[in-house]
C-alpha cells in the first residue's frame, strides 16, 4: 500500500475551470448567449441570478421589455431583487429610484423635476435575447457581441407540428440532476459513454429502458464534428437490429443528447435529437442546466403527454428509479444514494473541481481529451483575437445550423429462405 501520508493534492486546471471575469474560460463563455432563466420566471417580480461569478437582477417591465442590470442600485447600493416592477422599469424600494431596461434612471421621487435627467445615472448591465422559451444574455466585449445561433433543432420556420419550450434540466425530472460541482464534469459527462453501461446499467439506477445497453457490448468510438465532439455507440440489439447512436458537445457549453428511451423496435433513420441544452456555470463550483425542446404540437398547442427525450421519467410520469418512488434531487436517503448512484453522486464526487492532474486517463476517455483540447484551442484562438469555435456573426449563415446526434436503427438483411 502506498502510504497517504503527506499526500497533497494539485491544483485544478483553471484554465478550462475557472469562470470568474477575466479567466480565460469566464472570457470564452462570456463571448457566446448563454441561457439565464426560463421565461416564464420573469413574473412581477424581480429575478436575482448567479452566473459566471457575477450576480445579476432580471425583470420584465410592464410593456414586457426584459432588462438585466447591476443588483444595486447607484444610489446607496440598495438590491434591486427587493424593487418593485413598473410599466417604464424597475424601481429601488429604498428611495424609489426608477431604472428602465437599459439601466438609465429615469425617475429620482424625492428630487426635483429634471433632475434626474441632469445627474445621467445608468447601471451597468448586459444585452438581453430571448427565444424558445429561454432568456439569454451577452456578457462579453460589446464589440466581439454574435448573433444568436439558430440550430437546426430550434429552426422552425417552416414547421407547424412542434413548439419550442425552454425549462431548466433539474426542475422538470430531466437527465442529471447535477449541480454542486464545476461546470466541466457535468458537460464532459455527455461525451463519456461508458458511464451509461457501468453506472446507469450495472450499478446505478437503470434508468435506461430503452434497447440502449441491452443488446451486447456496444462499440464506441469518438469524433470532432463541424461544433465539437461526439460518440459514436452501436450495439447490436436482441431482437437482431442495430443501434447507432450519437451524442454531441458543441463548443462552448452546448450538449445534444439523443433519446434515451429507444426501444429498438423498429428501422429509422437519423431520429434527431429534439434539444439543446446548456452546462451553464454559476461560479467555479456549481453549474445550471436550461434546456429547449422542439415539442410536438397540434395546431401550435403542445402535445400534453410527450416528454423530453432526456427525461429520466417514464411515459407515465414515474421515476425510472429502483431505489426510491422518486429520483428528484434531495428525495432520496444517503443510503439510497450509497447503493443506486446517479450522475449527480458520480459527479459531484469528484470534488468541487475534479483535478486533471490526478486522473488517470485511458482509451476509453478520449471523447473527454478531444473535448478538453477543442477548449484550450479556442482559448487560444480568443486570446490571438480571432473568434472562437461557433461564433455566428453573418445572419445569411444563422439558419438550421447542422447538428450531429441522433439514433438510427437498422434491420438486419432479409435472406432468401428458398435458397
Not at 257 to 262: C, D, Q, W
Not at 332 to 361: C, G, K, W, Y
Amino acid at each position: 500500500m502506498e502510504s497517504r501520508y503527506g499526500y497533497e493534492v494539485p491544483a485544478e486546471d483553471v484554465e478550462l475551470t475557472h469562470v470568474e471575469l477575466g479567466s480565460p474560460m469566464g472570457e470564452l463563455m462570456r463571448r457566446y448567449w448563454q441561457p439565464v432563466c426560463v421565461s416564464d420566471e420573469l413574473t412581477d417580480l424581480p429575478l436575482k441570478v448567479r452566473i459566471l461569478c457575477e450576480d445579476l437582477v432580471l425583470f420584465r417591465d410592464g410593456t414586457g421589455r426584459i432588462g438585466c442590470l447591476d443588483p444595486h442600485c447607484a444610489h446607496r447600493g440598495t438590491s434591486l431583487e427587493y424593487g418593485r416592477i413598473e410599466a417604464e422599469g424597475i424601481r429601488c424600494c429604498y428611495h424609489g429610484w426608477l431604472y428602465d431596461t437599459e439601466g438609465k434612471c429615469i425617475d429620482m421621487p424625492c428630487e426635483q423635476p429634471g433632475y434626474a435627467e441632469r445627474m445621467d445615472v445608468r447601471l451597468p448591465g448586459y444585452p438581453v435575447h430571448e427565444f424558445g422559451g429561454l432568456v439569454f444574455i451577452y456578457m462579453g466585449p460589446p464589440a466581439k457581441q454574435p448573433v444568436f445561433p439558430i440550430y437546426d433543432i430550434l429552426d422552425t420556420r417552416d414547421r407547424d407540428d412542434v413548439v419550442l419550450r425552454g425549462m431548466r434540466m433539474w426542475d422538470d425530472s430531466s437527465i442529471g440532476f447535477v449541480r454542486d460541482c464545476n461546470w466541466l464534469q457535468h458537460f464532459e459527462n455527455v461525451v463519456d459513454p461508458w458511464h451509461l453501461v457501468v453506472l446507469h446499467q450495472q450499478v446505478g439506477l437503470g434508468r435506461f429502458e430503452g434497447a440502449l445497453l441491452h443488446g451486447e457490448r456496444p462499440d464506441i468510438s469518438f469524433e470532432r464534428t463541424s461544433l465539437g465532439v461526439r460518440y459514436r455507440l452501436v450495439s447490436n440489439l436482441p431482437n437482431g437490429n442495430l443501434l447507432e447512436r450519437y451524442a454531441e458537445c458543441v463548443l462552448p457549453n452546448i450538449f445534444l443528447v439523443s433519446n434515451i428511451h429507444e426501444t429498438g423496435e423498429r428501422p429509422k433513420n437519423k431520429d434527431r435529437c429534439s434539444e439543446v441544452s446548456w452546462a451553464v456555470p454559476v461560479d467555479d463550483e456549481h453549474v445550471r442546466a436550461f434546456t429547449i425542446a422542439a415539442w410536438p404540437a397540434r395546431d401550435g398547442i403542445p402535445e400534453p403527454d410527450w416528454r423530453p427525450r432526456t427525461d429520466t421519467t417514464s411515459p407515465e410520469g414515474a421515476p425510472l428509479n429502483r431505489a426510491s418512488p422518486s429520483a428528484r434531487r434531495g428525495e432520496r436517503t444517503f443510503t439510497e444514494r450509497q447503493r443506486f448512484p446517479d450522475d449527480m453522486e458520480a459527479q459531484e464526487s469528484q470534488r468541487p473541481i475534479a483535478v486533471h492532474a490526478l486522473e488517470n486517463l485511458t482509451l476509453a476517455d478520449n471523447g473527454i481529451v478531444m473535448l478538453r483540447r477543442l477548449l484550450h484551442q479556442s482559448i487560444d484562438r480568443m486570446r490571438q483575437g480571432k473568434d472562437p469555435m461557433n461564433i455566428v456573426r453573418d445572419p445569411a449563415k444563422n439558419t438550421a445550423i447542422e447538428t450531429n446526434a441522433w439514433n438510427t436503427v437498422i434491420a438486419p438483411p432479409l435472406t432468401d429462405v428458398g435458397e
